[in-house]
């Protein structure tokens, strides 16, 4: 067994893909507290 | 449980166990049996990392939480979404660079073996405690339930996780959490079905949401800046980050999900992954808890849902618990009353809120007088609320598919809590001493450690009814470790002037600060995070000043 992984770095998809991705997770969580909020407000 | 059930229960978890012996034959080296695989594609990554964190108590305990508090509970979970985008963007790139099998070979590359070998330490000893519990928790909710001896419980659940543990490593936990996850979600969308088929007829699906709201139970967000409130919108997003970065970012049961051996990119999108889908399967879990709520405004629930604990009171207090009982039946009627007015006039919920809180404090007293009956009793019945659900409700063969989904759960996260527990045993302590043995031998040990882990758990687990509250106890210890761990971290990746000697001192006098505040302080144990972890933090860069003027030899790399 090696002391580390052998296998080589692989090249990574372009940054902005990343960016775009990071987004989407952050901006379904604003969507989620948002939708928990109205849902509150609606059946209360 | 029926024969039925039994059949169902069987077949599904050895079909799970074998599909996790099929897809991980041919482990034959250390690397192999270390790492998932390097054709591990992101998806599994992604339910890997939900199957270990969710273990069977998240389905016992969540729906419960739910009938009692509603949705707030959610919010704890806020902080993960933001917690995996970092870990993508900042720390996993990391890992991938230095091509790490554990999260405490990176503080060797930072600081130096010992810094390393002290925090794998720590975690060895809260991950293997902790996965005694994962085993002992539900083990204690089927034997009340289903009066299955806890014992027999422990070692059987144990047992089976350990082979194919133990056979598969890494690759079969993965590949046999993808099957677990499948058996939990189909689970979880039946009990769904099952508890809106339960409405009566003419109380629609809607009728129930909104008798919920009216009810208080659909509030998941809570923007008030109170302290003494346990989940609100800022302490989910603040202090869950907190948590979530320091249990995905240093937890090896984690870590080694998603450096499963692939490329930066699936593991990538495994965690992102992760973060979409946590919060909104949270939400359905504790959903199907208001439901069971809904379910119980309309059809007698039962006094206490622990029921072999409230016979163990009537035999010493029949009196009193007859008393409860035809109140508990007065109290019902009177609700079912005040909902049948809220419907006609749905703007007119404050009797329905009255009635409902009479009901409440028919509870509590149900379990005061269940705690002064015995030495040691549990006054809370939450965690039995789900399964006693399933019992009484669901038709045969579906219990057994139930009952799976919550072993399932207790097997995911325990797999990974073993696997994790052997490759720290070898990777951080085995391998630096024997930098020159056969692969084959290191194989072994890693084979063998995982197995010693394994039995630890459930000794432990088979022991821990020696001990009062004990998922308290174990909570508490779990908090003795994590913020320390994390300090060390954070140091490593934000602090670059700190070197090893700095580091470890600071890692060192961070756990001694937390077991100080726990045997000395009054301080509520999950501060015990918050302080462990500023006490690295802040203690680092000032001893780094001292040790820098008291040698003038850099200390970087240094070994012990």
Redesign the interface.
């Known amino acids: 067994?090696?002391?580390?992984?052998?296998?080589p770095?692989?090249a990574?998809?372009r940054d902005e893909r990343?960016g775009r991705?990071?987004a989407?997770?952050?901006g379904?969580?604003v969507l989620?507290?948002a939708g928990?909020?109205v849902?509150?407000r609606?059946?209360? | 449980m029926s024969a039925l059930d039994w059949a169902v229960l069987v077949l599904t978890l050895a079909g799970i166990v074998a599909f996790g012996a099929w897809r991980s034959r041919g482990v034959h080296?250390?690397?192999a049996y270390?790492?998932a695989g390097?054709d591990i594609r992101w998806w599994t990554i992604g339910l890997s990392v939900i199957a270990t964190q969710a273990s069977a108590i998240t389905f016992l305990s969540v729906p419960g939480q739910a009938y009692q508090d509603g949705?707030g509970f959610?919010q704890f979970y806020?902080g993960l979404?933001?917690a995996?985008?970092l870990l993508?963007?900042i720390i996993l790139p990391v890992y991938?660079?230095?091509?790490?099998?554990t999260a405490y070979?990176y503080l060797e590359e930072r600081f130096d073996r010992r810094t390393r070998q002290f925090t794998a330490l720590l975690f060895l000893i809260s991950r293997g405690l902790a996965s005694g519990l994962a085993i002992y928790a539900p083990a204690l909710v089927l034997s009340a339930v289903l009066g299955w001896p806890v014992l027999w419980t422990n070692w059987v659940l144990g047992a089976v996780t350990i082979v194919y543990t133990v056979l598969g490593g890494s690759r079969a936990v993965s590949r046999t959490q993808t099957a677990q996850m499948a058996v939990i979600f189909v689970g979880l969308l039946i009990a769904f079905g099952m508890a809106v088929s339960l409405l009566p007829p003419g109380f629609s699906f809607g009728n129930g949401?909104?008798l919920?709201?009216?009810l208080g139970k659909?509030?998941?967000?809570d923007?008030s800046l109170r302290l003494d409130t346990r989940y609100t919108?800022w302490s989910g997003l603040l202090g869950g980050l907190f948590v979530q970065l320091a249990y995905f970012g240093t937890d090896q049961s984690q870590v080694q999900r998603y450096l499963a051996?692939g490329?930066?990119?699936e593991s990538?999108?495994g965690l992102?992954m992760n973060?979409?889908l946590k919060?909104?399967m949270q939400?359905f879990i504790l959903f199907l808890g208001v439901m069971v709520f809904v379910v119980y405004q309309l059809t007698p629930p039962p006094l206490f849902f622990n029921r072999a604990e409230l016979e163990r009171v009537r035999a010493s207090h029949p009196a009193e618990v007859a008393s409860l009982e035809a109140r508990h039946v007065h109290l019902f009627a009177e609700k079912r009353q005040a909902i049948d007015a809220w419907l006609a006039t749905p703007r007119k919920a404050p009797a329905l809120r009255e009635a409902e809180a009479r009901v409440q404090a028919l509870r509590k007293e149900t379990g005061a007088l269940v705690a002064q009956s015995q030495p040691g009793a549990d006054p809370k019945d939450a965690d039995f609320i789900f399964l006693r659900f399933v019992l009484d409700h669901f038709p045969r063969g579906l219990i057994g598919l139930l009952v799976a989904v919550i072993l399932s759960a207790a097997m995911s996260a325990n797999s990974a809590a073993l696997s994790s527990l052997g490759a720290t045993t070898v990777v951080d302590f085995y391998?630096p001493r024997h930098?020159d043995a056969p692969?084959s031998r290191?194989?072994a040990v890693a084979r063998w450690s995982t197995a010693a882990w394994g039995l630890v758990a459930v000794a432990f687990a088979s022991f821990a009814s020696l001990l009062d509250n004990l998922i308290q106890a174990v909570n508490v210890l779990g908090s003795l470790f994590y913020g320390p761990m994390l300090g060390v971290f954070l140091v490593g990746f934000f602090l670059a002037r700190v070197k090893g000697r700095a580091a470890f001192w600071a890692t060192v006098a961070g756990e001694i600060a937390v077991l100080a505040a726990a045997a000395f302080g009054s301080l509520g144990f999950l501060w015990y995070n918050v302080l462990g972890c500023a006490v690295v933090v802040g203690l680092a860069p000032l001893l780094q000043r001292v040790f820098s003027r008291s040698s003038p030899h850099p200390t970087t790399g240094e070994l012990t």
């Open positions: 067994m090696a002391e580390r992984d052998p296998e770095e692989r990574e998809p990343w991705l990071y989407l997770v952050i379904a969580l989620e507290i928990l909020w849902l509150e609606v059946f209360r | 080296t250390t690397e270390l790492r390097k949705l959610v806020f979404p933001i995996m985008v993508s963007a991938h660079r230095l091509r790490v099998y070979q949401v909104s919920a709201g009216a659909l509030q998941g967000v923007p919108l051996g490329p930066l990119a990538r999108r992102l973060g979409l919060v909104p939400l391998r930098p692969d290191t194989l």
